[in-house]
């Protein structure tokens, strides 16, 4: 969630800054412009002040005045590096620097020109960005007695004021990259905050749907809202599992106290069959069901025990205790005609309970046996897995149907075409049950070309880690 919520926010800040550094990058370099255009138009009204006492068109030397005007237009193109001029209204130079130079017939200096012939002075000339070899032309108008007479024009190079414009771009860039990182920074710190208890909550609902009733979260940290969902998760996982507790008791209080009364009237059918004659049908099927029942009610005080019993875990050789079930199931695979396989290696160690993983391993290899016909065959094969090892008892049997693959495991459930077999249908449920204690699942598939194959997985690392 984390990697889907951060490029938002990132994305988010960094349209914000772009959105308030590129107007402040724009606004820098039209100051920095105007700041120029200001100083030139300073410089052409001196100059259009010193060219109102000329007054003819007199060749240059014989008008004092003229010469003063040409002299301060020579200076200032020298020192500063500017074209400068005055030029009369027909753009016939009255005094220019340097000495051949003249309006352009075409441009912005063309444009300044006869902007200025109305009396306006050039103050928003086309703006210079720094990638940009422009000059910038600044024009005022020489009045006389209340008519434009000539007009002052400046041609400037930009070198200077692209570097300055440049130079405050990248304060800006800086500012906004400094500006980007702190945000980011802020972002990782926020999202973290609020995060934290939503992942901790997803760790915790994920332990309870896996059977760890006893997840919790813990009230610290967060926005409020957070912190109260976190109390009302553990209220609502305590009243879980109380329910939970209270069912699991009832089962095996039940299973426990009908196991007496069960077994005194088993005693009285054995007694009541004395008195009948041998080989009656209805008492072997009242004695078939008694046994059945008190098979049932062993299956249910098992799982009770099984889905509240703490698991020890412990790092067990998983190849050794497979071996070992699969050898003293062997005498009954060979009784059915059925081949009892072992494969993988010899030496898999994992995290498990010895007693738990056993008991769980019988119930799935006599599983197997029960419903795998004589001539075929059922393999347990072993094999690491990265961080867990698996053990997959395949058998040879008539298998499952797609709808039947989602209910097998639950409890009393039996496939309608099994009816016939022995059984409670709880042999898997607490198998499962035993699994899920020590951190271990249980699932089912199709083996080909037909029978079921149930994976038992267990962690190959500790319960600290």
């Not at 332990?207 to 009302?232: C, D, H, K």
């Not at 095996?252 to 009948?276: T, V």
Request: with cysteine; proline share 5%; charged share 25%.
């Amino acid at each position: 969630m984390r990697t889907r919520l951060l490029p938002l926010l990132i994305v988010l800040l960094a349209g914000i800054l772009l959105a308030l550094g590129l107007p402040l990058a724009v606004s820098v370099a039209a100051a920095q412009q105007q700041r120029v255009v200001v100083d030139r138009i300073d410089d052409t009204a001196r100059f259009a002040a010193l060219a109102q006492f000329v007054t003819e068109r007199t060749e240059s030397g014989q008008d004092e005045r003229r010469r003063t005007l040409e002299t301060e237009l020579a200076s200032y193109s020298q020192v500063y590096g500017i074209r400068a001029g005055v030029f009369y209204r027909d753009k016939w130079p009255m005094a220019s620097a340097p000495e051949n130079w003249a309006v352009p017939e075409s441009g912005e200096a063309q444009d300044a020109f006869q902007e200025a012939l109305y009396k306006r002075r050039s103050h928003d000339p086309a703006q210079v960005w720094p990638w940009q070899e422009g000059r910038l032309v600044v024009a005022s108008p020489v009045v006389r007695d209340g008519d434009v007479v000539a007009v002052v024009v400046t041609d400037s190079p930009t070198g200077q004021m692209r570097s300055r414009i440049l130079r405050d771009w990248l304060l800006i860039a800086a500012g906004e990259a400094a500006a980007m990182l702190v945000a980011v920074g802020a972002a990782f710190r926020l999202t973290g905050w609020v995060l934290r208890p939503v992942r901790v909550l997803d760790a915790a609902t994920h332990g309870i749907a896996t059977g760890l009733m006893n997840s919790r979260v813990a009230v610290a940290g967060g926005p409020p809202e957070l912190r109260r969902l976190a109390r009302s998760f553990n209220e609502m996982a305590d009243n879980v599992e109380e329910v939970l507790e209270q069912q699991r008791a009832f089962v095996a209080d039940a299973s426990h106290q009908l196991r007496n009364p069960l077994s005194a009237l088993l005693l009285r059918i054995e007694l009541l069959s004395l008195e009948l004659p041998e080989g009656n049908e209805e008492i072997a099927s009242v004695r078939t069901e008694g046994k059945r029942l008190a098979q049932v009610l062993d299956s249910l005080l098992g799982l009770a025990l099984a889905e509240q019993a703490p698991a020890h875990l412990q790092l067990i050789d998983i190849g050794d205790l497979v071996t070992e079930r699969v050898a003293a199931w062997r005498p009954l695979a060979d009784d059915k005609g059925v081949r009892l396989t072992r494969e993988g290696p010899e030496a898999v160690t994992a995290w498990g309970d010895p007693v738990a993983l056993s008991s769980a391993l019988d119930a799935v290899i006599d599983n197997a046996l029960k419903f795998t016909p004589a001539g075929e065959a059922v393999e347990v094969a072993v094999a690491p897995n990265g961080e867990s090892c698996t053990i997959t008892v395949a058998d040879g049997g008539p298998g499952l149907a797609d709808d039947e693959l989602e209910r097998v495991g639950d409890r009393f459930w039996r496939s309608t075409r099994h009816q016939n077999v022995s059984g409670s249908g709880l042999g898997l449920s607490i198998s499962r049950a035993l699994l899920l204690a020590g951190g271990g699942t249980m699932s089912y598939a199709r083996n080909e070309p037909h029978g079921l194959r149930v994976t038992l997985q267990v962690p190959r690392t500790g319960p600290t880690a």
